[in-house]
């Protein structure tokens, strides 16, 4: 499974991806730039995106090489042996994706080939950023659902009009206090929610 969460700092994301995914999954891994993700397991970059991207990418290779890839427990290994790692990597999390996954850099090797193979790996993919506009578009194409808080500016808006006609007037009315959000299907039908309506096993 593959999603993307979009939504200005402060609309409820972050909060969403930890209480919803973070704290359900103990096998999990968090990209996290800006050192936001205490108490959960994490990689903090040591390089800056703004600063140094062709660094930052090299070393978000060395992370998937390291600690991703030995991880996962793939289809084919669980084939191989008949058996089932219980302590495998299940789910990767990349906050701020824009930084590592730019809308007009060429997308990370490493990254592609596990979004290519996240279903033969047995893993699944969240990505947040700020802005439809600032996200790689393979990521926002190949998402299983997209999750949208409150979004400004006339690009981001219309990102979303693209996808559904409707969207971007429904995300025009969302109410940012009580963090509501659209989700996406695969099919781009969306719903309103709010974390106390989403259902439970909704991605299941």
Same mark, same amino acid.
């Given at each position: 499974?593959?999603?993307?969460?979009?939504?200005?700092?402060?609309?409820?994301?972050?909060?969403?991806?930890?209480?919803?995914?973070?704290?359900?999954?103990?096998?999990?891994?968090?990209?996290?730039?800006?050192?936001?993700?205490?108490?959960? $397991?994490? *990689? &903090?970059?040591? /390089?800056?995106?703004?600063?140094?991207?062709?660094?930052?990418?090299?070393?978000?290779? !060395?992370? %998937?090489?390291?600690?991703?890839?030995?991880?996962?427990?793939?289809?084919?290994?669980?084939?191989?042996?008949?058996?089932?790692?219980?302590?495998?990597?299940?789910?990767?999390?990349?906050?701020?994706?824009?930084?590592?996954?730019?809308?007009?850099?060429?997308?990370?090797?490493?990254?592609?080939?596990?979004?290519?193979?996240?279903?033969?790996?047995?893993?699944?993919?969240?990505?947040?950023?700020?802005?439809?506009?600032?996200? $790689?578009? *393979? &990521?926002?194409? /190949?998402?299983?659902?997209?999750?949208?808080?409150?979004?400004?500016?006339?690009?981001? !808006?219309? %990102?979303?009009?693209?996808?559904?006609?409707?969207?971007?007037?429904?995300?025009?009315?969302?109410?940012?206090?009580?963090?509501?959000?659209?989700?996406?299907?695969?099919?781009?039908?969306?719903?309103?929610?709010?974390?106390?309506?989403?259902?439970?096993?909704?991605?299941?």
């Amino acid at each position: 499974m593959r999603i993307s969460i979009i939504g200005l700092q402060g609309s409820g994301k972050t909060h969403f991806a930890k209480r919803f995914f973070l704290q359900k999954e103990p096998y999990h891994l968090v990209f996290d730039p800006n050192n936001e993700y205490g108490g959960f $397991n994490r *990689y &903090v970059p040591h /390089t800056r995106a703004l600063e140094d991207y062709d660094t930052l990418s090299q070393e978000v290779k !060395l992370m %998937v090489k390291r600690l991703v890839l030995p991880n996962i427990w793939s289809i084919e290994k669980k084939a191989a042996t008949g058996k089932e790692k219980e302590k495998r990597l299940k789910l990767l999390v990349f906050d701020e994706a824009d930084l590592i996954m730019p809308s007009r850099k060429q997308f990370n090797f490493s990254l592609r080939n596990l979004w290519v193979n996240s279903r033969h790996y047995r893993l699944d993919l969240i990505t947040l950023t700020r802005r439809p506009t600032d996200l $790689n578009t *393979y &990521v926002m194409d /190949t998402s299983d659902f997209l999750i949208v808080f409150n979004i400004a500016g006339h690009n981001a !808006l219309r %990102v979303l009009k693209d996808i559904q006609k409707d969207a971007a007037d429904a995300v025009k009315n969302l109410n940012y206090r009580k963090y509501e959000f659209l989700v996406f299907d695969r099919a781009r039908k969306f719903e309103k929610f709010t974390l106390d309506t989403i259902a439970e096993d909704y991605f299941s």
